[in-house]
Structure formats: structure tokens, C-alpha cells
């Protein structure tokens, strides 16, 4: 029955669809936590089907056009709560500068989900699992949170209270995402593994972000961040904290993966996704320092 939430009914609620953020605000703090947003709706519906949300009011987004945007200024990308996984993932820009986050969003689900699901949504979410987080968390994206009381920007570090639990208070919704341009001579990767099939929930998810010294013999900094692991996707700083100031070779992999799965905690198969959590770190982290220093990668 797990699989088959598609099947089943939805229970009863009222549906608004707000003309302007304005209006939507409104009804948020009407409603309160008897409500939820809908944008995409692939993991809320799911989730309602099965019992594991009722929301007595949904508050559609979809005609608020002005939240449909991916836009890039050379300095900050910035992406609207409505723009699609898919979108993000086709985006020229997000390709080219943000080459971790197309993958990341490239893995989520099927060409169906990730042409209705948001960006915006995935991360809200706050589920473990949430492919896209771990190369947000590396590349140091903020949430722009917005109420009738003002906004206000939360780096997506301090976004996740718990498991499918936000910071966000009453009222509040995030209309946009916003990622920095990595530093220069940097470079990253996202790797992963599923529980059964491709399109599963992911296992283990590993982000990594490298950044190299101007002759490209030693890194000067590294992100490492994961999901599925812990109850929320984390940055694994010890593991990041060996790396700094040090040339890049294979005991040193080693080290750093066996420190990274020691700072997870995963929720079950806790063996098996530390061991994964120790081979992934170290083949993204290969894998994004030759890139780095313009080798070929062989998958």
C-alpha cells in the first residue's frame, strides 16, 4: 500500500486560489497551520493521501505568475517558488555556474514530477531526504521568507527545525531561493544512491563544493553536505574541516569519508548508509577535484 498513494482518496478540504501575495499572505494568518500552500503538490497530495497530512485549507499558488522566474544578475541566481525542478534543471545559467544543482534536480523523481514539482517546494518539504538540499547547503543558498509583517532571508543552514519541520512561522511562505556565484577556481558534484530503483527515495545523497588555490595544488576550501543520513540534510564540518590547506590525495579521501559517516545518524540500515556515506563523499569529491584541475572523469 506504501507505493500505491496515487490510488487513494484525498480527504476533504476548501480550496482558495489567491490573485496576489497579498491575499495569500492573508490567508496564512487566517488559517494558520490548517493550512498549506500548493504549488506543485507532488509530495503534499501524496502525503495527504496517506493520511500523513490533513489540511483543512489549501491555498493554491499557481496563478501568482510573478513567483515563475529563474533569474541571474552575475553575482546571485535567484529562483521563484513556482519555477519547476525541471526548469531549474533545463536552465542555461543553472547548467553552466550551478552544475550540481541541474544534477540534483535532475535526479528527483520521474520527467512527470519534475515537470510539476518546484525547487521551492522540494525544500519546504523538509523531508531527510530532499535531493536538492545538500547542494543548496554547499553552495550557501538563502530562503527568502516572506509575511505581511515584511521578509526576511534565512540561510537554508538554519531552515530546518526537523523532519518536514521549518523555521517558518504563521503566515509565512518562501517566494524565492537565492545562491550566490561559487567562488573562483572551485568546482562541484552531487552524487547518490537509491534504496531500490532510480527514480526511489534517495539512500544516501552527498554534495561536495571544492575550492582550489590559485596553482590548484591544494584545496582552500570544502563543503560537504548530505542527506538521507540524519533527521535533516547537514553540512559535515569535521569532515570538511580536513581538508583545508591540504593537496588532495587518496589517504586523505579515505579519512575524510570515514569522518563524514561518523557524523551522520541515519534512521535505519545505519551500517549500510554510513559505509555508502564514506564511498560517496570520496568519489564526488574525486570527481569534482578533477574537474577542477580540467582532467577527465571516467563514471
Keep these: 500500500m506504501e507505493g500505491l498513494g496515487y490510488l487513494l482518496a484525498l480527504p476533504r478540504f476548501e480550496y482558495f ?16 497551520r490548517e493550512a498549506e500552500l500548493l504549488a506543485g503538490g507532488t509530495d503534499l497530495l501524496v502525503a495527504m493521501k496517506k493520511g500523513k497530512k490533513s ?12 513567483l515563475d522566474f529563474i533569474e541571474y544578475d552575475g553575482e546571485l541566481l535567484r529562483i521563484g517558488a513556482l519555477a519547476t525542478l525541471q526548469s531549474v534543471a533545463d536552465a542555461s545559467v543553472v547548467q553552466e555556474r550551478f552544475g550540481l544543482l541541474a544534477t540534483a534536480c535532475r535526479k528527483v523523481g520521474t520527467p512527470q514530477v519534475r515537470n510539476m514539482g518546484t525547487l521551492v517546494g522540494n525544500i519546504c518539504n523538509a523531508g531527510p531526504s530532499q535531493d536538492t538540499v545538500p547542494s543548496l547547503l554547499v553552495l550557501g543558498a538563502k530562503v527568502k521568507a516572506v509575511s505581511s509583517k515584511g521578509y526576511r532571508l534565512i540561510p537554508l543552514e538554519s531552515f530546518f527545525r526537523g523532519p518536514f519541520e521549518t523555521v517558518l512561522e504563521d503566515g509565512e511562505m518562501v517566494t524565492e531561493v537565492q545562491i550566490p556565484t561559487p567562488p573562483p ?21 552527498v554534495a561536495v563544493l571544492v575550492v582550489a588555490d590559485p596553482t590548484y595544488e591544494r584545496c582552500e576550501d570544502a563543503r560537504i553536505a548530505l542527506c538521507s543520513v540524519a533527521p535533516t540534510p547537514f553540512r ?45 563523499v570520496r568519489k564526488a569529491l574525486t570527481e569534482a577535484w578533477k574537474s577542477l584541475k580540467g582532467q577527465e572523469v571516467v563514471s
Design 55 to 66: 489540511p483543512r485549507y489549501l491555498i493554491g499558488i499557481k496563478s501568482l505568475s510573478e
Design 185 to 205: 577556481h572551485s568546482a562541484g558534484c552531487y552524487r547518490w544512491m537509491t534504496k531500490r530503483t532510480t527514480v526511489d527515495e534517495t539512500l544516501v545523497g
Design 236 to 280: 559535515a564540518k569535521r569532515a570538511e574541516a580536513l581538508l583545508r590547506g591540504k593537496g588532495i590525495d587518496e589517504g586523505l579521501l579515505e579519512e575524510v569519508g570515514r569522518t563524514a559517516a561518523e557524523e551522520t545518524r541515519p534512521r535505519g540500515r545505519a551500517e549500510y548508509r554510513k559505509l555508502l556515506t564514506s564511498l560517496l
Design 17 to 32: 486560489s489567491p490573485k496576489t501575495l497579498e491575499e495569500a499572505w492573508s490567508l496564512l494568518e487566517r488559517y494558520g
